[in-house]
């Protein structure tokens, strides 16, 4: 659903929206949402705190609507024959590509000063989330968006959870390479946000030249067992990663 739900978002995209109608459909948007049975559909229940969110570094959510869509498998470019009910949600749409294809273009090669006033920014906007009481839970470069050259936003929030109970929250939710390992369980908190932010520094300021070269060294960096290369050259920021 991800293919398919980002090009329903990047068609409204061209929807004029202003700050008029923007609080009038956030109004539309919540009382249609609350109206409905959250048992039926844990996606109601977190749209509805997504579209509460406005942060300089947050992606904006805007509007969404049920229809049907075939399923696009993550892996490969398959599609299912039958469509599937789902749930489409307008979102801010942003033009500069992610931090995934930023670290591919430097190739190794990054500039410190850029690379902690972009991941300030980035900090802010994880700050921002759990103060509102939610956890993000999929951190990492892809989900981290270029509004412009040098703004970035967070958005991607389909693992996003309510930082109320425990019990609500699912195993194994996330992707490998950035999960903390306490998400592996079921009990954990806003912590596990923290834990993809020192991976996500470490590659902004050391990019990897090809993605072999990160497969081979990714595990001792998640455990902290970092290049001596490394821990030379950025000495103050060891502790953050």
């Known amino acids: 659903m991800e293919g398919s739900t980002r090009r329903a978002a990047l ?5 004029l929206i202003n700050s008029e109608l923007l609080s009038d459909l956030e109004l539309l948007f919540d009382n249609k949402m609350s109206n409905r049975n959250s048992k039926t559909d844990d996606g109601t229940r977190e749209v509805i705190a997504l579209a509460k969110l406005d942060h300089p570094h947050i992606v904006r959510y805007y509007n969404c609507w049920n229809g049907e869509d075939i ?15 789902c749930l489409f949600i307008q979102m801010e749409f942003c033009e500069k590509g992610n ?22 920014q980035i900090v802010e906007g994880v700050n921002y989330i759990h103060s509102k009481n939610l956890i993000h839970r999929d951190l990492k470069p892809l989900n981290i968006f270029f509004h412009s050259e040098n703004h970035i936003k ?26 903390a390992p306490e998400q592996v369980g079921s009990s954990y908190d806003k912590k596990v946000d923290i ?13 990897f030249f090809t993605g072999s070269e990160k497969c081979k060294e990714w595990s001792n960096i998640k ?15 060891i502790a953050i990663v």
């Open 99 to 120: 931090l995934s294809d930023w670290l591919e273009q430097k190739m190794g090669d990054s500039c410190k000063d850029v690379s902690i006033i972009l991941f300030q």
């Open 11 to 15: 068609t409204l995209h061209h929807m």
């Open 154 to 179: 967070i958005g991607d929030f389909g693992l996003v959870t309510l930082g109320v109970t425990d019990r609500q929250r699912t195993m194994n939710k996330g992707t490998w390479s950035y999960m």
């Open 195 to 207: 834990f993809p932010l020192g991976l996500i520094l470490y590659e902004m300021l050391a990019p």
């Open 223 to 237: 455990e902290g067992k970092l290049p001596k290369t490394f821990t030379k050259k950025f000495r103050k920021e």
């Open 71 to 85: 399923f696009q498998f993550p892996e490969t470019s398959k599609s299912s024959s039958e469509k599937y009910k």
